[in-house]
């Protein structure tokens, strides 16, 4: 038995909605870290970068202009509420609200590279 023409439609509605939310999510790769001095990127911050395309984009969205899960991060809003790392680095590691922690998923080296990579490059 095929399903009534407004079940059809109230389906297809559905599914455009769910791909358009599905495009929307992390949309756009985070940015690329320039070259230094010596004509190559910093490692660190390419580490960083690495972390933040697998671990924060999903949330924050790939330039981190913030989602509705996540706030916004490129705006010096991380440098402003956090001027020390170490303090925002414990935010990461235990999460707060919405944030899950990654403590037990990532390394503090990964963590503090992340945090450089939001704080010098978005």
């Known amino acids: 038995m095929m399903p009534s023409r407004e079940v059809r439609i109230l389906l ?7 791909l358009a939310v599905a495009a929307g999510c992390g949309a756009g790769s985070p940015p690329e870290v320039a070259a230094g001095p010596e004509g190559t990127p910093e490692q660190v911050l390419v580490a960083g970068r690495a972390v ?5 984009a999903s949330c924050h969205d790939g330039d981190g202009s913030g989602t509705s899960i996540g706030p916004r991060l490129n705006s010096g809003r991380l440098s402003q ?8 680095a414990s935010v990461v590691s235990e ?4 944030m899950p922690g990654f403590g037990g998923v ?6 503090r590279a992340v945090l450089r990579y939001i704080a010098e490059v978005l």
């Open 12 to 18: 297809a509605a559905l599914l455009a909605a769910g």
């Open 52 to 56: 933040y395309a697998d671990r924060c």
């Open 106 to 111: 990532l390394t503090a080296g990964e963590i």
């Open 95 to 98: 999460g707060r609200e919405r």
């Open 81 to 88: 509420a956090y001027p020390d790392l170490a303090d925002a």
